[in-house]
Every structure is written in C-alpha cells, then in structure tokens.
C-alpha cells in the first residue's frame, strides 16, 4: 500500500506548554529520534510505502538539536516535499535562518488566536507576540507558509479573526481541528457537535473573501445524512513514529489504554499484536473508534447521540482555492 505522507515526532520537549496539548506528560520526556535513525525509517518508507513527504513534529521539533541535520538527510533521500510543524517560538525564529539560500522545508505554524489575548491564554504569555515575529521572518526568507488551528471555547469566537490575519500574511493553508480531552486538554475543551458544525457553515461563507484554503475536519455527521466510513487504522494507511519507537496509525489513541498499532524497531515496522489501536477498532463497529473511545472516557456519549464520526484525517476543503 503507499502511504503518501508519515509523521515524524522527533522529539517531546517543548519550550511551551499549551493547554490543550495533546502530549501530557510527555512534555517532560527527553528521548528523540536521531539523525541515523531518521534516515532509516524514511528509507525504509520510501522503499515500502512509496512515501513522498514528511512532517516533522514535536514536542518543537526546531529544539532537536540535530534538526537541521534531520533535514538535509531527508533532501539526500530525494525526498523533497518536507512540513515542519512549529510553535513559532524563538527557537524557530533562530532555525528559519539557517536555511537561507538552500532547499527549505515548509513551514506550518500553529496559530490560535489572532491576537495576544487569545492566543496567549492557550499557548502561554509572550507567545503570540513571537508566532508573529516569526511568520515575518519566514515571509522575509522565502518560506512556504501554511498554518494548524485548533478549536476550543477559547477561541471559537475568534475563528473568523484568525482566518483574516492568515490572509493577511499570505498563508497557502489553514486546517482547522477539533480538540479532544488528550494529555493536557480536558473534557471541558469539547465543543458540542452543534457548535463545530455551525463554525463549519460559518466559515464556508467566510471563505469566498479570502485567498487561504481553509481545510476542515469535519468530524461529526449527521446521522441522518451519514454516508461514510474510512478509518486510518482499519485502512493501516497512516503511520506516526514516535521518540520511544511507537508508531500509532491514529493520533486519538496517544495517552489511552491502548498500544501503538506498531513498533519500530531493528529498522522494521513490527506490529503489536495486544491491546492496540488495531485490536480496539477491529473489536468495535463504530465508524470512528478513537473517538468513540475519548467520549466513553470522558463520559461524554450523550452528547453525540444524534451524530456519526468520520475520520479526523480526511479534511473537507471549503473554499475552492
Ligand atoms: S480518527 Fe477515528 S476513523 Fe480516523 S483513524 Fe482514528 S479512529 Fe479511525
């Protein structure tokens, strides 16, 4: 099977400490995924998989201290097409410039809010002010520049807001994501199924002002207009590689009970046959299991009971761009 695009979380650690992260704990976790390494596994995707892209995440990937490196490696293996997804802290400002007259990777920042106020509560103090010195850094050298918002009642009122100030800049991308009770988000961080689904109709009217694609996950259907299902994990057509050498096929079974679907280990994808990701969704007929699993832990399934899922990985474009 070819998988497109992998994700490769080459570290945890983080200079901030976002109040919806998904990672938890984690955070504190010093372990990486090495140069050599690297080189490994997308040799060994490219050879398998006919992998063509790569993203690059964290933690904040721009403080791995081989970042760059990390890169060049991946350029070596003809590998052009490379995403870094970054904070847009200093430590970003300070990777941006070294890659000045060479091949670059593309930048997306993670941006939710478009003003101090908004954007600090979640991410922490001072953030906002450096996101927006580094997106004029990265226009200023050339970058590509996409961006990842992710919605909770903090900034749901701001949606609009953030999308003029990506058009603003001159953004190609914006993916909107729904946030689920993962590591450091809690319950209360759910938006009713309503009131995505209202953002949803609100932005595509929005979106014939503006240049940026706005890409969305669409999440919750209507029951009585349900006509999905795909899942990554029935389809094993996602892979996310992680510091401890867990690779989860679906980014919703991080900080649960169940395993990564697979190991990396010895330079070979080994499955994990107990307890997984893959187990869970083969045993339950529901159409998203992550998300079903999230609501029954947090108590939440009565809020759903008049909507279906479908997969957080396939994004509805709502402008035609
Ligand atoms: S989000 Fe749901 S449907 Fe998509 S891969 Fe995860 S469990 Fe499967």
Redesign the pocket.
Known sequence: MDIESIDLYVNYRCNYRCIHCFLGEKLNDTKIISVNEVDKIVKYCSKNFNTREIVLLGGEPTIHKDINEIIFGIFKNNIYNIRLVTNGGKSCQKFIKNFKNSLKPKLVFSIDGSSCDVHDAIRGKGTFKDLKNSIIIAKEYGYQIDAITSICPINIDDAINIVDFLDFFGFNVVNFHYITARGNAKSDMHLLPTDWLYLRDKLIKYSVNVNVLIRFETTFIDNNNSNI??????ERS?LMFFPDGNVF??G?FIDSIYTSGFIWKDNNLIENNDYSEISY?KNTNH?????KLILENNEQSNIIENFD?S???YKEKLNNK
């Open positions: 299902n795909k899942c990554k994990i029935r996602n096929l679906c919703l969704a159409s998203c299991p992550g998300m899922f997969c957080i990985y």
